[in-house]
T-cell receptor
Framework: DQQVKQNSPSLSVQEGRISILNCDYT??????FLWYKKYPAEGPTFLIS?????DKNEDGRFTVFLNKSAKHLSLHIVPSQPGDSAVYFC??????????FGPGTSLSVIP | DAGVIQSPRHEVTEMGQEVTLRCKPI?????LFWYRQTMMRGLELLIY????????DSGMPEDRFSAKMPNASFSTLKIQPSEPRDSAVYFC?????????FGPGTRLTVT
């Protein structure tokens, strides 16, 4: 059973618009959440994270929102740029440092 | 720092052969993770070590897979005997806290 779900395998957005990537989790023991970005033929790279004590974390064009009661988080990218086209993985961590990744969402930003 | 180093980058082998994948984590990181990425399952955690000790190997698919971490700067993932369904990209990652840093991956093809 998947503990971290990304129900949209792909997403297309026009350049300049907002990209919203969603993630749901099932395990209430997760207390730290991360987003990773992956380009083809490269390893995932860390993008942004949020602790369970917060509901929002912002870093430039990237904002992550956490709704603990709904066990839902989202990544907002605004404005979207063609270089943002990549696979985005949502990940959740518990106290034992184990990190569980979602299946990923492939984002295409159309110029 | 050179980041997480993995070798080889590509491996093509015949079914039944032994395959050994290697990883050098970032110096000072105390956790090391092995992942497998496939189209069907996304990014799967196979095993992770903390301070060179295997903590959770529940993701290892079967006894054909084994992993070792003899010291803080080296880990191996071995598949013996290999099968065509083992074909995937295998990532190694290391971390000090929650953010993991990934290597470039090893693309394994078993024919």
């Amino acid at each position: 059973d998947q503990q971290v779900k990304q129900n949209s395998p792909s997403l297309s957005v026009q350049e300049g618009r907002i990209s919203i990537l969603n993630c749901d989790y099932t395990n209430s023991m997760f207390d730290y959440f991360l987003w990773y970005k992956k380009y083809p033929a490269e390893g995932p790279t860390f993008l942004i994270s949020i602790s369970s004590i917060k509901d929002k974390n912002e870093d430039g064009r990237f904002t992550v929102f956490l709704n603990k009661s709904a066990k839902h988080l989202s990544l907002h990218i605004v404005p979207s740029q063609p270089g943002d086209s990549a696979v985005y993985f949502c990940a959740a961590a518990s106290e034992d440092d184990k990190v569980i990744f979602g299946p990923g969402t492939s984002l295409s930003v159309i110029p | 720092d050179a980041g997480v180093i993995q070798s080889p980058r590509h491996e093509v082998t015949e079914m039944g052969q032994e395959v050994t994948l290697r990883c050098k984590p970032i110096s000072g990181h105390n956790s090391l993770f092995w992942y497998r990425q496939t189209m069907m399952r996304g990014l799967e955690l196979l095993i992770y070590f903390n301070n060179n000790v295997p903590i959770d190997d529940s993701g290892m698919p079967e006894d054909r897979f084994s992993a070792k971490m003899p010291n803080a700067s080296f880990s191996t993932l071995k598949i013996q005997p290999s099968e065509p369904r083992d074909s995937a990209v295998y990532f190694c990652a290391s971390s000090l806290r929650n953010e993991q840093y990934f290597g470039p991956g090893t693309r394994l093809t078993v024919t």
